[in-house]
């Protein structure tokens, strides 16, 4: 079976652009997590989706950050205009149920992004 | 804020060797997951503890929930050098499904 699928892996971009992430959740799995992961901070989470809704955004840094999930299978991180602070590495991760007792998390590989 | 605090943040051993991590809170969890995480790639669940005093073991690794549900540990024996990653500690904080993670022990295992 396929896990959460995430592109870019790697980005390199120039201060001010705009970056979007992406993430493919696993098949069947309702709830899609943002978290964003820095040697200073560790994992960080951003923003968590339930049945496509935003649940909770509170991690969110800032407004130049925002996400959607237009459907159950895909979801966008877009960073606009992106600073060299936003560096980072990003995942996406989903669980299988709405969360339960326990909330195990299936995260994909990452997109690692530079901001210059 | 409920916060997870693992210690120690760095552990570099012999193979071999036996080590312990520890992830600690001033909350009480419902639940405790292990993950580890390799470089380049996304964390991996190991388990999942429930039960206050709770041992689950996994081959050489072995999790411990305290009976207050406060506090884990997780043991490892014998040591290899597959064993090098980066251990998280994660509980589910406040809200429903909102998963927080300690900062995490980096454990390297030299041959």
């Known amino acids: 079976d396929a896990g959460v699928i995430q592109s870019p892996r790697h980005e390199v971009t120039e201060m001010g652009q705009e970056v979007t992430l992406r993430c493919k959740p696993i098949?069947?799995?309702?709830?899609l997590f943002w978290y964003r992961q820095t040697m200073m901070r560790g994992l960080e989470l951003l923003i968590y989706?339930?049945?496509?809704?935003?649940?909770?955004d509170s991690g969110m840094p800032e407004d130049r950050f925002s996400a959607k999930m237009p459907n159950a299978s895909f979801s966008t991180l877009k960073i606009q205009p992106s600073e060299p602070r936003d560096s980072a590495v990003y995942f996406c991760?989903?669980?299988?149920?709405?969360?339960?007792?326990?909330?195990?998390?299936?995260f994909g590989e990452g997109s690692r992004l530079t901001v210059l | 804020t409920q916060l997870l605090e693992q210690s120690p943040q760095f552990l570099s051993i012999q193979e071999g060797e036996n080590l312990t991590v520890y992830c600690n809170s001033s909350s009480v969890f419902s639940s405790l997951q292990w993950y580890r995480q390799e470089p380049g790639e996304g964390p991996v669940l190991l388990v999942t503890?429930?039960?206050?005093?709770e041992v689950k073991k996994l081959k050489r690794l072995t999790f411990q929930f305290g009976d207050a549900r406060k506090d884990s540990s997780l043991h490892i024996t014998a040591a290899q050098p597959g064993d090098t990653g980066l251990y998280l500690c994660a509980a589910l904080s406040g809200g429903y499904n909102k998963l927080i993670f300690g900062a995490g022990t980096r454990l390297a295992v030299h041959p």
């Open positions: 098949s069947g799995h309702n709830s």
């Open positions: 503890v429930v039960t206050g005093g």
């Open positions: 991760a989903s669980s299988p149920r709405g969360g339960g007792r326990t909330g195990e998390l299936f």
């Open positions: 989706f339930n049945n496509n809704v935003p649940i909770d």
